[in-house]
């Protein structure tokens, strides 16, 4: 070794060793986040922010059964009891009536806050005598029985009425008070948890708690316990993909080491060939993990695609080695463009607004840059040692033989490539899918469980809902969000929506609690107006006295504030229909839409917005009314063409590359024909076979059309024309091998997303090689 | 004063009740000595209890509230199908559905039902068991839930039940139960506020 050599060897083993720290040192994920954009508008924020942290993503949906009869209602409350227990839980409720004890006190408490209109006085001897009535009939009906603290606490009714803020749906059907599914022999739960979608290790933990408690609750052999929900899919979705990184990542390894192994024989030349590689994937996770922070298993998981570009680089210089070509300038020049374009295709990703494009992208061009500057200089240094080359001259003759056979192809091949792409092009709309749930990790059958279950359970639904947001920080718009409430409420009252829910309901615009307050009669105005019609009524002011305490008490209570929900399960559906974006207040208003009719917000909000344009409590103030799910997709859609518009950036720098170096025309074609052919027919297949294409078909496609280079760089002619005994076809085809079986693996996986990049890339670099092989093949022909 | 004439009645009830109580209870006390002998005639009376077809009859509730200064009559219709529905049908002086049909309780007053899950009132859910037990006959249903003590004959009889459970024990002092041979004619409540109802059963089959 030469000092030269020593210090490349040293840096070498610094830079591997200062990887190895960032690695262990990294904060590793594999949730759904990286495939969530950055930065998007209010109304996206809004949408995402829901997505991670709404209501919807803290409850639970749990299953219990198959359970005789008689086990229903204590197994339920047993399993109830042990849930309460765990910290994180918020709230379990199986239908047990005192579920909502709570709630219902705090909403009677402000019973007189939160109901009249402020205009009509409720309290006068003439408004008074025919609810007191009412009162004393239902004393002495049946429902009095156990009821005569809250009939004369409530003679007016206006604690039911607020009460009434709570119900949202009447829930599924019930045993014993217990909720069952529709077969009756399956309890029925639902949990608040108190953790955020954002923290999937905790929620992790907690659903794991849940489990271990039932194990200990329940002893019924023959039943299961069935959790649903987001936070279960989050956390089920990253158990996938990391179980379906590590596991394919490591099959899809042994296969290129068996392979590998096949080719050479012998395990020193095996270990040369991964030292690029595994330099590459070190590196490249290195700055992934510097760059954001924070490394995605699905990014690793993409790492594979080095794998094939870098085993490459380590056959070329075993093979040329031996053959004395690695010491030639001229013979690297295919491989470095190669390099440089693979390189000018991932760039463009790097200004993706989704982080896992753009993780991919560093990971992808720190990399191969590693791994082709280990090739090119480390590897000459650790070992003079190079592949036992005489079968692969064998191997390379019989393949140039195929290959030059290949040449009549050309026409044909020319065919299907055009018919391909007239067939996309015919076909461009239903190309891509604009449907966010194409990205969804969770498998059909368990979002159809999961349907039933929050069918059954009527669970929070925010498909259809009324923004109203500030048009500038500070503006209050309580006002606003009433107003907006009560035209929502009058649409109830015609019948063409089944029902409303707004913050203002449990919070009321301070200026109408007010209002309701002005109209509480003192509490000897009171006393005097009931004992005036006690002879009409029958009853006293001294039977009326909790009645009397409680409208004295409203009179002189602060105005009800979100904090005086704190505790309760209204705090969370608060929460989620309060928000800020952008320092504006932002109020949510869920609307259930009456199912016979279909729900159009644009008409919706042409109507709210005539109805209410001149309304000076709208001032400040703009209303949207918006399809969730319509949203998303539109939002997800805008994306997918973003991604489209970066790749097609990068696709254009890379044939600009490529033109600038190969300076002829006829090369260029050669180089690029084949790899966009390939792309027509991968893209033509998949239309063909009815799958839209998401995001990660589209990473999938970038991916062959960066391997491919290599490919069709190799095998145009050289300018200096290709020397005939140099071996190009061989390292290409095992190079192809272990890019196939990297990738093939990963279209097995139980993950669409990686299944959808398997696919692709898995069918794409082999096309490639085949279309560059008969677009090159009659040089060869003329060679052979 | 018009309004007064439900009110009398009601006294005038209470008071025919109260004597007729007075005139059973000697005779009954002075025939219940042995404990085996009470015990068989108890369930003697249980099985005829049981043995009646689906029972309906008309009511009368008096009502005595500490809160109100006169005590609250109100009537109607009462039925019992067996095994676990008894619907309560009050007439005056508002009109009320009550029915109890497995585990929920549903009132209808005017155009609105209200559904109430049992559990919900436990003093509820006891004084359902109790009426239904006794109308069926099923003793055992009726001491699960309440310790019975028997006074009386099997032609005079009177039962007192007191509730078992503690949550139930909270609302509930006790119940009274009188009935002549294989007929209930009065449940008086006792509650532990002081309230109480009594309810007497008329024209039964």
Known sequence: ?784 | MKRCLPSARAALLSLTLAISGAVSLPTASAQTTDPDRDRATLVTIFEQLGSKTAPSADFVEIRTLGELDMPIESRGHLRFEPPATLIKQTIQPVEETLRLSGDSLSVTMGDTTRELPLDAVPAAAALATALRGLLAGRLTEVEEAFSVHFTGTRQDWQLQLEPRDAKVAASMKRLVVYGLAAQIVQIDLRQTNGDESMLRILNQP
């Not at chain 1, 705090?571 to 207040?585: F, G, N, P, V, Y």
């Not at chain 1, 200096?720 to 693996?745: E, M, R």
């Open chain 1, 1 to 784: 070794m030469t000092r030269i050599d020593r210090r490349i060897a040293v840096c070498w083993l610094i830079v591997l060793a200062l990887a190895a720290l960032i690695l262990t040192r990294a904060n590793w994920l594999a949730d759904m986040s990286v495939f969530l954009p950055t930065a998007p508008s209010p109304e996206q924020k809004l949408l995402i922010t829901n997505l991670q942290q709404g209501q919807s993503a803290r409850t639970l949906l749990a299953s219990v059964g198959p359970l005789p009869e008689s086990q229903l209602k204590p197994v339920s409350n047993a399993l109830v009891a042990a849930w309460r227990e765990l910290s994180g839980v918020r709230s379990v409720s199986n239908g047990n009536a005192n579920d909502f004890a709570a709630e219902q006190a705090a909403l009677f408490r402000h019973r007189y806050l939160l109901t009249g209109d402020g205009q009509h006085d409720p309290f006068t001897e003439a408004a008074l005598q025919e609810p007191l009535k009412q009162a004393r009939g239902m004393l002495a009906s049946s429902a009095g029985l156990f009821n005569k603290e809250l009939i004369l606490s409530d003679p007016t009714g206006a604690g039911l009425q607020s009460l009434n803020l709570l119900s949202g749906s009447s829930g599924p059907r019930r045993h014993q008070g217990v909720w069952i599914d529709a077969s009756g022999n399956k309890l029925l739960f639902m949990l608040s948890i108190a953790i955020d979608g954002v923290d999937l290790d905790g929620q992790e933990q907690l659903l794991t708690g849940l489990r271990a408690a039932y194990d200990r609750t329940v002893n019924d052999t023959e039943a299961r316990l069935t959790l649903s929900g987001a936070p279960v899919f989050a956390v089920q979705s990253r158990d996938d993909i990391r179980g379906d990184v590590i596991r394919l990542s490591s099959l899809g390894m042994a296969l290129i080491v068996a392979l590998l192994l096949l080719m050479f024989r012998s395990l020193r030349v095996l270990l040369i060939a991964l030292v690029p590689l595994l330099t590459a994937v070190a590196v490249g996770a290195a700055a992934v993990a510097l760059g954001f922070g924070s490394i995605h298993a699905l990014t690793l998981g993409f790492g594979v695609a080095l794998i094939g570009e870098c085993v490459d680089y380590a056959l070329y210089h075993l093979v040329h080695n031996q053959s004395g070509a690695g010491g030639q300038p001229g013979f690297w020049a295919p491989v470095r463009l190669g390099l440089f374009t693979s390189l000018t295709g991932f760039a463009a990703l790097l200004f993706s607004d989704f982080p896992g494009l753009a993780q991919l992208a560093v990971l992808a061009m720190a990399g191969l840059s590693a791994g082709f500057l280990t090739t090119r200089y480390v590897l000459p240094v650790l070992t003079t040692a190079s592949a036992p080359v005489d079968r692969f001259y064998r191997l390379e003759a019989h393949a140039r033989r195929c290959s030059a056979s290949l040449a009549g192809w050309r026409p044909w091949a020319l065919a299907l490539v055009v018919i391909c792409l007239i067939f996309g092009v015919l076909r461009r709309d239903a190309l891509w899918s604009t449907d966010i749930a194409a990205l969804n990790p969770v498998s059909a059958q368990a979002r159809q469980m999961d349907a039933l279950m929050r069918d059954a359970l009527g669970g929070p639904d925010l498909s259809n809902v009324v923004l109203v947001r500030a048009d500038k920080a500070g503006t209050d718009i309580s006002a606003a969000t009433a107003a907006v409430t009560d035209a929502l409420r009058e649409q109830v009252q015609a019948g063409r929506l089944r029902g409303v829910q707004s913050p203002t309901d449990l919070v009321p615009p301070v200026a109408l609690q007010q209002a309701r307050q002005q109209l509480l009669p003192e509490r000897s105005a009171l006393q005097t107006r009931i004992t005036a019609i006690a002879g009409q009524t029958g009853l006293s002011a001294r039977a009326l006295a909790p009645f009397i305490d409680a409208v004295a008490k409203a009179r002189d209570q602060a105005p009800i504030s979100v904090a005086d929900y704190a505790g309760t399960r209204l705090a969370d559906r608060l929460e989620s229909m309060l928000t800020t974006i952008d320092d504006r207040q932002v109020a949510i208003i869920t609307l259930e839409q009456e199912s016979s009719r279909p729900f159009d917000p644009a008409q919706w909000q042409a109507q709210l917005q005539t109805r209410l344009g001149a309304s000076p409590a709208m001032q400040g103030a703009t209303l949207t009314v918006l399809n969730m799910k319509d949203r998303t997709d539109a939002l997800y859609a805008g994306y997918i063409r973003d991604a489209l518009r970066l790749s097609l950036t990068g696709a254009a720098a890379i044939v600009l590359l490529l033109a600038v170096s190969l300076r002829s025309w006829r090369a260029l074609g050669r180089v690029c024909l084949p790899i966009g052919g390939a792309l027509a027919i991968i893209v033509a297949g998949f239309a063909l076979a009815g799958t839209p294409m998401h995001l990660l078909h589209l990473v999938g496609l970038l991916l062959v059309a960066a391997i491919g280079s290599n490919y069709a760089l190799v095998l145009a002619p050289a300018r200096d024309g290709a020397s005939a005994d140099a071996l190009t076809l061989t390292p290409l085809l095992l190079a192809n091998l272990t890019t196939v079986a990297g990738f093939g693996v990963l279209a097995f996986s139980k993950v669409p997303l990686l299944a959808a990049l398997g696919l692709t890339v898995g069918l794409g670099a082999p096309l490639v090689l085949m279309l560059a092989a008969i677009a090159n093949a009659r040089r060869e022909e003329n060679v052979a």
